[in-house]
Every structure is written in structure tokens, then in C-alpha cells.
């Protein structure tokens, strides 16, 4: 079945409450995953940028609403119960209900009208289909993927020798080779397009690792990989990694695979991925912050 849209949600949860108890929002949670039918992979998955888990979040989202709407109530802390204009729509025997059908009510619409800061256009079309986190998700995914075809455009423009600067850099960020310094030293074979050499797997050089990182044109084949793989023959060495800006064809991803080595394929959108991430060619100054608070409902129990 899937997990369910926030919308689908409304009606399960407004009936749940039907038998006049107080109920908390965990327990709505736990009990709707239930009737969904949902896997114990469906309850886990999470947003991709927040790590917040999609279904409990579409659950509260809905309580929040159906409480705005005036049709659930938070007559202790932490717990909900149905209200008499809850009670009257379940007696309409409903088949659906979303936000259109809540609408109709002047404190929901009173309470979308405050959501709205002044002089920002109304997205109430957006924020009708989907939960404010999943729009916010969706315009952060959007400035994700616009960064990351930038940062490959920058690269695919820079020098070879700018492209061993940057690899070094990352490879630096993300805890190999020891400071900078000592990384240059055994980085430092620059080829055409890129560079070659071993890097210290970590600070003591208890191991080390074969770098190759070239600004391929086309996709890597297998055959590249294959070289590669007898390189680290050459060189009694048992990991590496191939960086490219382009990407890497089906046989080569199975051929790293089956490798007796321990050989790690990085294509161009793990290269911008791993960037970001560590902050290699992208910064956050005169950017604003945005930190999503939710209400914590165990603070609020009374013991």
C-alpha cells in the first residue's frame, strides 16, 4: 500500500478518537501504522535532507490540522480527544477529508492566514497537497540539485591542476592523509586530466589507499576499471578509489563489485555530494539558517 498521504491520514485519526478518549500522538502513530498496514521499513523511512521519519511526521501534521480545524482537541498536555464539531462530521459519514473540507471552518482559515508571513504570496495550493515539512523538503531538494550540477560545471571548467588541489582538499576534509601538508607529499602525480598517487587511509598511515581522479568526458568503462584494478596489483595495494566527473557504465559498478580488491567508484553526483557535505567550493556566509523546532509532548507530562 505504501505510506499513506497526510490527507489519507485526517479521517483514520479523527475516527480513532471517536471513543472519547485522550489519546497521544505516539500512541496514533503506532495504532494508524497498523490499520495502514505499513512494514517496519514503511514506519522507518525518513526525509532524505532531515532525517525525520515521513510517516510519524505526516501524523502529527494531521493532528495539527484536525486541532486547528476545531475538530480535535488538546485537553491535556501531550493528548488529543474528539470535540463536538469532530463528532458531527464523523456522523456525516465522510469518505474522504482534507484541507478543503476544513476550510470551511473560520478559525482553520484563520489560523492559514497567520501561517502566512506579510508580503509572501499565498502557497496554500502547495501546502494543500502536501505538510509544510515536506514543502520545505521539496524547495530544499530543488536548491540542492541547482548546487550540484554547479559545482560539476565548475570542475568540468577548472585546470587539471586545480582538480588535484580539490581532490586533495576533499579527500583531506573527509580524514584521510593526515593534514594537508602530508597529503600534498604523497599526492602528487599529475597526469593529463587529473592526478594518480597513494594517500594514508589515516593520520598514523596504518594503511594507505590508491587514488585515480580524471575528468572523463564520457562514462567510465569497465576496461578503465579493470587498469585500475591491475595498478593496485602493481602496487601490493588492496584499496582504492576512482574519482571521476562523469559517471561509471553498469559494468564497471558490477566489475568493482566483484573485485578482490576494495575498489570505490565516485562519480560526478557523489563528487558534488561529498562537497557539499564536507564543504569543499561551496559556503554558507550571508546564508540564512533555518532550525525546525517541533513541540516536545514528553516535556509537557505531568508525572
Known amino acids: 500500500m505504501g505510506i499513506p498521504d497526510w490527507q489519507s491520514i ?3 485519526l479523527l475516527r480513532m478518537a471517536t471513543d472519547g478518549q485522550q489519546h497521544r500522538v505516539k500512541e496514533a502513530i ?3 501504522g497498523v490499520e495502514f498496514g505499513l512494514s517496519s521499513q514503511e514506519l522507518d ?3 532524505p535532507q532531515s532525517g525525520i521519519p515521513v510517516f510519524s511526521t505526516r501524523v502529527r501534521w494531521a493532528d495539527v490540522y484536525l486541532t486547528k480545524a476545531g475538530l480535535l482537541e488538546h485537553a491535556e498536555r501531550g493528548r488529543f480527544r474528539i470535540t463536538e464539531r469532530g463528532r458531527t462530521v464523523i456522523a456525516s459519514n465522510p469518505s474522504v477529508l482534507g484541507v ?3 476550510e470551511q471552518y473560520d478559525e482553520f482559515r484563520e489560523f492559514k492566514r497567520k501561517s502566512r508571513p506579510k508580503d509572501v504570496p499565498d502557497i496554500g495550493q502547495e501546502l494543500t497537497t502536501q505538510p509544510p515539512q515536506e514543502v520545505i523538503e ?3 531538494q530543488t ?3 541547482d548546487l550540484s550540477e554547479q559545482l560539476l560545471a565548475r570542475v568540468h571548467s577548472a585546470s587539471p591542476k586545480f582538480f588535484e588541489k580539490l581532490v586533495v582538499d576533499l579527500l583531506v576534509a573527509m580524514g584521510y592523509g593526515g593534514s594537508r601538508k602530508d597529503a600534498g607529499k604523497v599526492i602528487g602525480k599529475t597526469g593529463d586530466e587529473g592526478i594518480d598517487g597513494l594517500i594514508k587511509e589515516d593520520k598514523l598511515g ?3 589507499i590508491y587514488i585515480q581522479a580524471k575528468r572523463w568526458q564520457g562514462a567510465v568503462s569497465r576496461k578503465d576499471v579493470q587498469a585500475f584494478a591491475g595498478a593496485l596489483d602493481g602496487q601490493r595495494a588492496n584499496k582504492g578509489v576512482m574519482i571521476t566527473t562523469s559517471h561509471f557504465t553498469d559494468d564497471a559498478e558490477g566489475f568493482s563489485e566483484k573485485s578482490s580488491r576494495k575498489i570505490i567508484l565516485i562519480d560526478g553526483e ?3 555530494d561529498l562537497m557539499i557535505e564536507h564543504g569543499i567550493g561551496v559556503s554558507d556566509k550571508d546564508k540564512p539558517a533555518y532550525i525546525l523546532k517541533d513541540v516536545d509532548s514528553d516535556y509537557f507530562e505531568e508525572v
Request: proline share 4%; no cysteine; net charge negative.
Open 45 to 47: 523511512e525518513v526525509y
Open 138 to 140: 521539496a524547495a530544499y
Open 10 to 12: 485526517f479521517l483514520p
Open 270 to 272: 557523489h563528487l558534488a
Open 206 to 208: 596504518l594503511d594507505v
Open 100 to 102: 478543503k473540507d476544513l
Open 143 to 145: 536548491w540542492y540539485r
Open 30 to 32: 503506532e495504532k494508524l
